[in-house]
């Protein structure tokens, strides 16, 4: 009996450790970083981790998988991801960076970003697979291939695709894909309800969004291309 109790307390020691394990190893996961904050000056944009901790983002700051970016009436701002894909955020804007792991040898990973409300300017870096990229709106989703493109999502979940460089493949919830190239823009009703291809671009304009951010702003030594998040710039605190 005393055997039988050992082997029992045991097994019920060897199921809590693993579970511990488990859990230990899933949180960096959950809450690592994919890059860090591109824009040097700062107007606004906050960001909200997974613990609800709620913080201003700052240049050179981290940001982490599953963490909202939220910008205000007058606020913006520009990521940077590991393999040097750039988000510019403009005003009234919300995002999810679900997750972006990247392999720098391989240059090969996945990405996951949920587009919720407002206008961004969306620029590939350097992963090659380029299906590994899962770009989403309210109402489509989208597939890249080196691509630049500024997306739109408007209070009712219409979304408004256009591309600058590149091809997207925009496959809009109501059934239908649309192959987009350079100076072409494909508008998705937020009901689902329709969805068309058109000629120059439809998504509004915004300083903040208009010109790659490489063209306005100094991106040498940004944290985040490394995956350390550490360069020689400066931030505020």
Known sequence: MAVRRIVRSFRIFSLVALGIALVASASP????????????????????RTSGEERQLF????????????????????LNFLDNTHLQVGPNSSVVLDRFIYDPERHTGEAA???????????TGEMKNKDGFDLRTPSATLAIRGTKFIVFVAADGRSD?????????????????????????????????????????????????????????????VGGRDGTGQSGGKRRS
């Open 161 to 221: 695709i256009s591309v600058i460089e590149g091809e997207v493949v925009v496959r809009s919830c109501d059934g239908v894909v649309h192959i987009v190239g350079p100076n072409e823009s494909v508008t998705v009703a937020g009901d689902c309800t329709e969805s068309h291809k058109s000629f120059g671009r439809t998504a509004p304009r915004h300083p903040s969004v208009d010109q790659d951010y490489t063209r306005f702003g100094d991106d040498s030594g």
């Open 113 to 123: 970003i949920s587009f919720t409300r407002g206008l961004f300017r969306f620029v």
């Open 59 to 78: 240049f050179d700051l981290p940001i982490f998988s599953a963490e909202h970016v939220d910008t205000g009436a007058e606020a913006s701002t520009a």
């Open 29 to 48: 996961a959950a809450d690592s970083q994919v890059g860090a904050v591109l824009a040097r000056d700062y107007s606004g944009a906050k960001g909200t």
